[in-house]
């Protein structure tokens, strides 16, 4: 080996020699490799405590600038970044920075040294906060906003109908609102959100209610003003059924508007009809308001939902025009099947019970008919008793008789006098009910012959004037 050859193996040595040592240097000590920045802020050749003092006071200073707010009107809500905990993972970051050039093999950590003699490697804080805070937040601004719409009101005062305005409320969209709260957070930037506030028509309009100012349907019946209790129970049950106002498509149920018959409830006991009999119940003469609503629907050409008739003729409507209804399980109902709101006005006058249903009416050349056809009559069997407690030709109705029947009813639609329809309605049965009458059979005593009275004369006379 020559001597040139020795020197140039000594200076090759002596390279390697200072190569590692400062590859070694490069790759060891407790300070971050050049070119690194996190979120733009530059951390080379710093110590781990000094990159996270100063990511720590940029980030800081940064977020004391950044304003968030969300506005509606007149109104603002600042969001503070403290009340929402939001939290950056610097410790995280900085491990990763100085992780740079520090793992794997010699070889592997002195590439990415000198690599990051010439390149930069830029990470990212990752960040979070309290969604519950921001949800917290954006409730507590809907309960300053939202406000319930005001519906139309209507009332009537004969002879005219009192109607309210409406008024529109407003509601936040809350999902909304928390979705451009959270995108202004991610972008981390000052920022004003316009809060999405939706307006919230009133579902009752005073246009609509302007509507109902014609009479479509009317009904009056009579009952007997004398019976106190009866009298009590039609105008209990008038009033609870009276001043309702039912939508297009909305159905009317008297035992839903007029509740259960009972006595705590204000009902007192009168004649109704049970197996077929008249007898003594709580509520009597309130299928007498039932069956006095359900012909002012008929005559409104409202759609009848649920009706049944009584199981004996009555005194106050013909077969096959009343409506009975019974605890909670027999009612009587109707729909509102007209384009408008309907409003049901029930008045008791005197010996009188009257609904009056109101809407719009768009056909004023036509009218409604109802009509019965008897199918089937059945007279009663009276059975009569002799009775020798009874005096000759005196009789006494032990059970009442009732004649049975069975009828058919039809609506009509008149137009221009003429008919263009007819709607068949129900087929109702009505039971006969055989009587008994006991007759008497005891003599009458005869007057005593012998028996001669002063004055026969002047008694006969008064007789006379006495009948």
């Known amino acids: 080996m020559g001597k040139t050859t020795k020197i140039l193996i000594a200076i090759i040595l002596l390279l390697l020699i200072v190569a590692g040592a400062v590859a070694n240097l490069l790759i060891s000590g407790d300070e971050m490799q050049p070119n690194i920045s996190i979120n733009n802020i530059d951390i080379s050749r710093l110590t781990k405590e000094e990159a996270e003092a100063k990511v720590r006071k940029v980030m800081g200073e940064e977020f004391a600038k950044l304003e968030l707010s969300v506005k509606f009107q007149e109104k603002e809500w600042k969001l503070n970044y403290e009340d929402i905990e939001l939290h950056y993972d610097v410790e995280n970051v900085i491990e990763e920075a100085y992780s740079i050039g520090r793992q794997g093999n010699f070889f592997k950590r002195l590439t990415t040294v000198i690599d990051s003699q010439f390149n930069s490697h830029e990470l990212s804080l990752n960040y979070t906060y309290n969604e519950q805070k921001v949800h917290e937040l954006v409730e507590e601004i809907a309960k300053e906003i939202d406000q319930e719409a005001v519906e139309a009101t209507i009332s009537y005062k004969k002879p005219d109908f009192v109607v309210t305005q409406d008024k529109p409320g407003r509601t936040v969209n809350k999902d909304k609102t928390i979705e451009a709260i959270k995108a202004e957070l991610d972008k981390r930037v000052s920022a004003v959100i316009e809060l999405p506030v939706y307006i919230v028509e009133a579902s009752i309009r005073k246009s609509d209610l302007e509507n109902i100012k014609d009479v479509i349907g009317e009904f009056s019946t009579k009952f007997n003003a004398a019976d106190v209790d009866r009298t009590h129970n039609i105008k209990v049950a008038t009033s609870s059924a009276s001043h309702i106002l039912l939508h297009p498509g909305e159905i009317y149920s008297v035992n839903q508007v007029v509740g259960p018959r009972l006595a705590k409830y204000g009902f007192k006991e009168a004649k109704v009809i049970i197996n077929n009999e008249l007898v003594p119940g709580i509520g009597g003469g309130v299928c007498q308001v039932s069956t006095t609503l359900y012909n002012a629907a008929l005559l409104a050409n409202l759609k009848i939902v649920e009706r049944r008739n009584h ?157």
Do not use: H
Request: aromatic share 10%; charged share 25%.
């Open 311 to 467: 199981t004996l003729p009555l005194s106050y409507a013909p077969v096959g025009r009343d409506a009975t209804i019974s605890g909670d399980y027999i009612d009587f109902k109707f729909k509102n099947s007209t384009p408008y709101p309907i409003y049901i006005y029930g008045e008791v006058s005197g010996s009188w019970v009257k609904f009056s249903i109101f809407g719009k009416n768009d056909y004023p050349n036509r009218a409604v008919r109802i009509e019965t056809e008897t199918v089937k009559v059945t007279e009663p069997v009276i059975t009569t008793i002799p009775d020798s407690t009874l005096l000759e030709g005196t009789e006494v109705e032990e059970k009442k008789a009732y004649t049975g029947y069975v009828v058919k009813s039809y609506r009509v639609i008149i137009e221009n006098g003429v008919a263009i329809f007819k709607e068949p309605l129900f087929t109702d049965t009505y039971k006969v009910v055989d009587g008994v009458m006991r007759v008497g059979t005891k003599p009458k005593p005869k007057p005593d012959s012998n028996v001669i009275t002063e004055n026969s004369s002047d008694a006969n006379q008064e007789e006379e004037e006495t009948q």
